[in-house]
């Protein structure tokens, strides 16, 4: 019999966590085993009150608000502590159906893999503006590039992890773990796969971000930091070929002036491509050290498994 946990962060979701809550535990009627944990990430209102108070098996409040990316991992390490086979992750603002945690479950198990997203379809979505469509079908593509996986929504909450996936990710992003968690997957091993879900109409506006514009910044440093920590050779080669590029090419200029009789008056060239030079060697330098890094961690990581 697997033990299944259903963890659902929240901030300030004394509004829609009733009917969240409900949704959830009328899909899963027929699930033996499966508790459920609202992590209260230090909400003003009386969002973990409500909790209590609609029987949740676990509610864990944090003083304070630290992030959507902080909360998951909380969540995480209470699987982890006890025991916990599989850990599904639902948003609080009842935005994915709740009817579709059984075909999670069911993905995970039938084809063992470590992680199945639910994936939405964002064509369909009608209160998703075009911009907004298309900066997540952008994001989730060059996800699938870095991490090498098959995902189409990277950025969905709806998610089931196995207990293997529970003992190796973390999260290291408060921002969120969406991300954080896909790119991790790839560098640990990870078996990852999606099913296609439908979403209910929103309750709220996002909170994660106020704006395209923040949502983009966010995005976009948490996909660098996940690629400078997991694949630090490759970044940090793509960041020296522009200074390798430049060094490159004012030394080629040089050499023109040299062969053509004017290499005195352009002497600047050799200097300015050198720089340019030995900080394409120093970034490539970082990448090898930090390959050096995740491979120390790696093992570190084997040793307390």
Known sequence: ????????????EEVVLKKTLLDVKNNIQNLKDVDILVIDDGSSDQTASIAKSNSTDHVISHERNLGLGVAFQT????????????????????????????PLIDKIKDED?????????????????????????????????????????????????SKNAISKINCTSKFSYTL?????ASDKDLKI?????????????SRLFRSNRQFIYNQTKIILNCFAIYKPLTFFFYLSLLPLLIGGLLFFRFVIFY?????????????????????????????????????????LEKINE
């Not at 019999?1 to 300030?12: A, D, G, H, Y």
């Not at 994001?139 to 090498?148: E, Q």
């Not at 796969?193 to 439908?198: D, F, N, V």
């Open 180 to 184: 954080d968690t896909i790119i991790q």
């Open 1 to 12: 019999m697997s033990k299944i946990l259903i963890q659902i962060p929240c901030f300030n």
């Open 193 to 205: 796969g999606e099913i296609p879900i439908e979403i209910n109409d929103p309750t709220r506006a």
């Open 113 to 161: 893999l470590d992680i199945v997203i639910g994936s939405r379809n964002f064509d369909k979505i009608s209160h998703f503006s075009f911009l907004k469509k298309k900066l997540q079908t952008i994001g989730s593509w060059v996800v699938r590039i870095i991490s090498n996986q098959k995902i189409s929504d990277a950025s969905s909450g709806f998610r089931i992890y």
């Open 75 to 102: 969540g995480l390490n209470f699987a982890k502590k006890n025991g916990y086979d599989y850990l599904i992750n639902l948003d609080a603002d009842n935005q994915y159906k709740s009817e579709f945690i059984i």
């Open 259 to 299: 062969f053509a009789g004017d290499g005195s008056g352009h002497i600047q060239s050799i200097i300015f491509g050198a720089t340019f030079l030995i900080l394409g060697f120093i970034l490539i330098m970082m990448g090898i050290i930090g390959e050096l890094i995740k491979h120390n961690r790696k093992i």
